[in-house]
T-cell receptor, first 110, second 114 residues
Framework: GEDVEQSLFLSVREGDSSVINCTYTDSSSTYLYWYKQEPGAGLQLLTYIFSNMDMKQDQRLTVLLNKKDKHLSLRIADTQTGDSAIYFCAGPNSGYALNFGKGTSLLVTP | KAGVTQTPRYLIKTRGQQVTLSCSPISGHRSVSWYQQTPGQGLQFLFEYFSETQRNKGNFPGRFSGRQFSNSRSEMNVSTLELGDSALYLC?????????????FGQGTRLTVV
Protein backbone atom coordinates (compact mmCIF):
# COMPACT_ATOMS: atom_id res chain seq x y z
CA GLY A 1 0.00 0.00 0.00
CA GLU A 2 0.86 3.62 -0.11
CA ASP A 3 2.56 5.47 2.70
CA VAL A 4 1.43 9.01 3.33
CA GLU A 5 3.47 11.11 5.73
CA GLN A 6 2.52 14.40 7.34
CA SER A 7 3.95 16.53 10.08
CA LEU A 8 1.81 16.17 13.17
CA PHE A 9 1.43 19.69 14.45
CA LEU A 10 1.42 23.28 13.20
CA SER A 11 0.74 26.47 15.10
CA VAL A 12 0.15 29.82 13.38
CA ARG A 13 -1.17 33.20 14.33
CA GLU A 14 -4.48 34.46 13.05
CA GLY A 15 -4.06 36.26 9.73
CA ASP A 16 -0.85 34.44 8.80
CA SER A 17 -0.61 31.77 6.11
CA SER A 18 -0.47 28.10 7.05
CA VAL A 19 1.36 25.51 4.99
CA ILE A 20 0.70 21.84 5.64
CA ASN A 21 2.98 19.37 3.92
CA CYS A 22 2.50 15.77 2.85
CA THR A 23 4.60 13.17 1.07
CA TYR A 24 3.25 10.06 -0.60
CA THR A 25 4.73 7.02 -2.24
CA ASP A 26 2.16 5.79 -4.76
CA SER A 27 2.75 7.54 -8.05
CA SER A 28 -0.34 5.94 -9.60
CA SER A 29 -2.75 8.11 -7.62
CA THR A 30 -5.02 10.02 -9.96
CA TYR A 31 -6.42 12.36 -7.33
CA LEU A 32 -4.84 13.65 -4.16
CA TYR A 33 -7.14 14.98 -1.48
CA TRP A 34 -7.15 17.28 1.48
CA TYR A 35 -9.71 16.67 4.21
CA LYS A 36 -10.49 18.68 7.33
CA GLN A 37 -11.74 17.14 10.55
CA GLU A 38 -13.11 19.19 13.43
CA PRO A 39 -13.54 17.67 16.91
CA GLY A 40 -16.25 15.03 17.01
CA ALA A 41 -17.01 15.38 13.31
CA GLY A 42 -16.46 13.42 10.12
CA LEU A 43 -14.12 14.33 7.28
CA GLN A 44 -14.89 17.35 5.17
CA LEU A 45 -13.48 17.34 1.66
CA LEU A 46 -11.61 20.62 1.34
CA THR A 47 -10.07 20.33 -2.06
CA TYR A 48 -8.34 17.92 -4.36
CA ILE A 49 -5.87 18.02 -7.20
CA PHE A 50 -5.50 15.83 -10.24
CA SER A 51 -2.16 14.12 -10.47
CA ASN A 52 -1.45 15.84 -13.82
CA MET A 53 -1.71 19.32 -12.27
CA ASP A 54 0.95 21.32 -10.48
CA MET A 55 -1.26 23.77 -8.65
CA LYS A 56 -4.87 24.37 -7.80
CA GLN A 57 -6.30 27.46 -6.14
CA ASP A 58 -9.70 27.58 -4.47
CA GLN A 59 -10.41 30.82 -2.58
CA ARG A 60 -8.06 30.82 0.43
CA LEU A 61 -6.72 27.37 -0.37
CA THR A 62 -3.78 26.63 -2.66
CA VAL A 63 -2.62 23.10 -3.35
CA LEU A 64 0.82 22.49 -4.79
CA LEU A 65 1.89 19.14 -6.20
CA ASN A 66 5.48 18.16 -6.96
CA LYS A 67 5.19 14.79 -8.65
CA LYS A 68 8.92 14.30 -8.97
CA ASP A 69 9.39 14.54 -5.19
CA LYS A 70 5.94 13.09 -4.42
CA HIS A 71 5.22 16.13 -2.28
CA LEU A 72 1.86 17.75 -1.75
CA SER A 73 1.16 20.92 0.21
CA LEU A 74 -1.89 22.85 1.31
CA ARG A 75 -1.58 26.56 1.87
CA ILE A 76 -4.32 28.39 3.77
CA ALA A 77 -4.17 32.15 3.32
CA ASP A 78 -5.31 34.53 6.06
CA THR A 79 -5.76 31.69 8.55
CA GLN A 80 -8.67 32.14 10.94
CA THR A 81 -9.40 30.57 14.33
CA GLY A 82 -12.17 28.57 12.62
CA ASP A 83 -9.47 26.84 10.57
CA SER A 84 -8.19 25.10 13.70
CA ALA A 85 -8.72 21.41 13.00
CA ILE A 86 -6.90 18.28 11.88
CA TYR A 87 -5.98 18.17 8.19
CA PHE A 88 -5.48 14.91 6.34
CA CYS A 89 -3.95 14.34 2.98
CA ALA A 90 -5.03 11.19 1.18
CA GLY A 91 -4.40 9.37 -2.03
CA PRO A 92 -6.28 6.48 -3.57
CA ASN A 93 -4.63 3.17 -4.28
CA SER A 94 -5.55 0.69 -6.95
CA GLY A 95 -7.70 -1.17 -4.44
CA TYR A 96 -10.45 1.46 -4.27
CA ALA A 97 -9.17 2.63 -0.89
CA LEU A 98 -7.84 5.94 0.33
CA ASN A 99 -4.51 5.95 2.13
CA PHE A 100 -4.44 8.67 4.75
CA GLY A 101 -1.65 10.40 6.56
CA LYS A 102 -1.81 10.61 10.36
CA GLY A 103 -3.16 14.14 10.12
CA THR A 104 -1.73 17.56 10.95
CA SER A 105 -3.26 19.38 13.90
CA LEU A 106 -3.47 23.06 13.03
CA LEU A 107 -3.78 25.46 15.94
CA VAL A 108 -4.58 29.08 15.12
CA THR A 109 -3.92 31.53 17.91
CA PRO A 110 -5.37 35.05 18.12
CA LYS B 1 -28.39 17.52 -2.59
CA ALA B 2 -28.26 15.54 0.64
CA GLY B 3 -24.87 14.47 1.93
CA VAL B 4 -23.72 11.15 3.27
CA THR B 5 -25.86 9.98 6.17
CA GLN B 6 -24.60 7.61 8.81
CA THR B 7 -26.77 6.16 11.54
CA PRO B 8 -26.66 5.98 14.43
CA ARG B 9 -24.27 8.76 15.43
CA TYR B 10 -23.37 7.16 18.75
CA LEU B 11 -23.51 3.62 20.09
CA ILE B 12 -22.52 1.99 23.33
CA LYS B 13 -22.24 -1.79 23.28
CA THR B 14 -20.96 -4.48 25.60
CA ARG B 15 -18.12 -6.84 24.76
CA GLY B 16 -19.35 -9.89 22.92
CA GLN B 17 -22.35 -8.17 21.40
CA GLN B 18 -22.74 -7.40 17.72
CA VAL B 19 -23.51 -4.10 16.04
CA THR B 20 -24.79 -2.91 12.66
CA LEU B 21 -23.97 0.51 11.28
CA SER B 22 -25.70 2.11 8.30
CA CYS B 23 -24.55 4.46 5.57
CA SER B 24 -26.70 6.16 2.94
CA PRO B 25 -24.52 7.61 0.17
CA ILE B 26 -25.15 10.70 -1.88
CA SER B 27 -27.94 10.12 -4.40
CA GLY B 28 -26.52 8.63 -7.58
CA HIS B 29 -23.30 7.43 -5.98
CA ARG B 30 -22.66 3.73 -6.36
CA SER B 31 -19.48 3.32 -4.34
CA VAL B 32 -19.44 3.15 -0.55
CA SER B 33 -16.31 2.52 1.45
CA TRP B 34 -15.82 2.19 5.19
CA TYR B 35 -13.00 3.31 7.44
CA GLN B 36 -12.14 2.89 11.09
CA GLN B 37 -10.54 5.82 12.87
CA THR B 38 -8.73 5.38 16.17
CA PRO B 39 -6.20 7.62 17.92
CA GLY B 40 -3.50 4.98 17.71
CA GLN B 41 -3.96 3.63 14.18
CA GLY B 42 -5.45 6.62 12.40
CA LEU B 43 -7.76 5.99 9.47
CA GLN B 44 -7.80 2.42 8.24
CA PHE B 45 -9.69 1.03 5.28
CA LEU B 46 -12.28 -1.66 6.03
CA PHE B 47 -13.97 -2.43 2.69
CA GLU B 48 -15.46 -0.94 -0.44
CA TYR B 49 -18.66 -1.79 -2.27
CA PHE B 50 -19.75 -0.85 -5.75
CA SER B 51 -23.14 -1.84 -7.14
CA GLU B 52 -23.63 -4.42 -4.38
CA THR B 53 -20.23 -6.06 -4.96
CA GLN B 54 -17.33 -5.92 -2.55
CA ARG B 55 -14.32 -4.86 -4.59
CA ASN B 56 -11.76 -4.76 -1.82
CA LYS B 57 -11.34 -5.54 1.83
CA GLY B 58 -8.81 -4.19 4.28
CA ASN B 59 -6.80 -6.09 6.81
CA PHE B 60 -9.46 -6.66 9.46
CA PRO B 61 -10.66 -9.90 11.03
CA GLY B 62 -13.70 -11.73 9.72
CA ARG B 63 -15.78 -10.28 12.54
CA PHE B 64 -16.06 -7.19 10.36
CA SER B 65 -18.40 -7.60 7.44
CA GLY B 66 -20.49 -5.45 5.19
CA ARG B 67 -22.98 -5.39 2.41
CA GLN B 68 -24.55 -3.01 -0.03
CA PHE B 69 -28.14 -2.93 -1.16
CA SER B 70 -29.59 -2.21 -4.58
CA ASN B 71 -30.28 1.40 -3.57
CA SER B 72 -26.55 1.77 -2.74
CA ARG B 73 -27.14 2.02 0.99
CA SER B 74 -24.54 0.05 2.88
CA GLU B 75 -24.32 -1.59 6.25
CA MET B 76 -21.37 -2.87 8.17
CA ASN B 77 -21.59 -5.41 10.94
CA VAL B 78 -19.16 -6.18 13.72
CA SER B 79 -19.76 -9.38 15.64
CA THR B 80 -18.35 -10.45 19.00
CA LEU B 81 -17.30 -6.93 19.89
CA GLU B 82 -13.98 -6.31 21.58
CA LEU B 83 -12.84 -3.28 23.55
CA GLY B 84 -10.42 -2.47 20.73
CA ASP B 85 -13.31 -2.02 18.31
CA SER B 86 -14.14 1.28 20.00
CA ALA B 87 -13.62 3.83 17.25
CA LEU B 88 -15.18 6.32 14.91
CA TYR B 89 -16.50 4.49 11.85
CA LEU B 90 -16.68 6.60 8.73
CA CYS B 91 -18.21 5.85 5.40
CA UNK B 92 -17.30 7.51 2.13
CA UNK B 93 -19.50 7.95 -0.89
CA UNK B 94 -18.27 8.40 -4.45
CA UNK B 95 -19.85 7.97 -7.82
CA UNK B 96 -17.39 5.46 -9.28
CA UNK B 97 -14.88 4.82 -6.53
CA UNK B 98 -12.13 6.86 -4.90
CA UNK B 99 -9.59 6.05 -7.61
CA UNK B 100 -11.13 8.46 -10.09
CA UNK B 101 -13.94 10.40 -8.45
CA UNK B 102 -14.16 12.53 -5.33
CA UNK B 103 -15.05 10.89 -2.05
CA UNK B 104 -17.36 12.51 0.47
CA PHE B 105 -17.58 11.35 4.04
CA GLY B 106 -20.40 11.15 6.52
CA GLN B 107 -20.26 12.40 10.11
CA GLY B 108 -19.39 8.94 11.35
CA THR B 109 -20.71 6.59 13.99
CA ARG B 110 -18.90 6.71 17.31
CA LEU B 111 -18.88 3.17 18.74
CA THR B 112 -17.89 2.62 22.35
CA VAL B 113 -17.45 -0.95 23.57
CA VAL B 114 -17.54 -1.41 27.35
Amino acid sequence: GEDVEQSLFLSVREGDSSVINCTYTDSSSTYLYWYKQEPGAGLQLLTYIFSNMDMKQDQRLTVLLNKKDKHLSLRIADTQTGDSAIYFCAGPNSGYALNFGKGTSLLVTP
Amino acid sequence: KAGVTQTPRYLIKTRGQQVTLSCSPISGHRSVSWYQQTPGQGLQFLFEYFSETQRNKGNFPGRFSGRQFSNSRSEMNVSTLELGDSALYLCASSSQGVTNTEAFFGQGTRLTVV
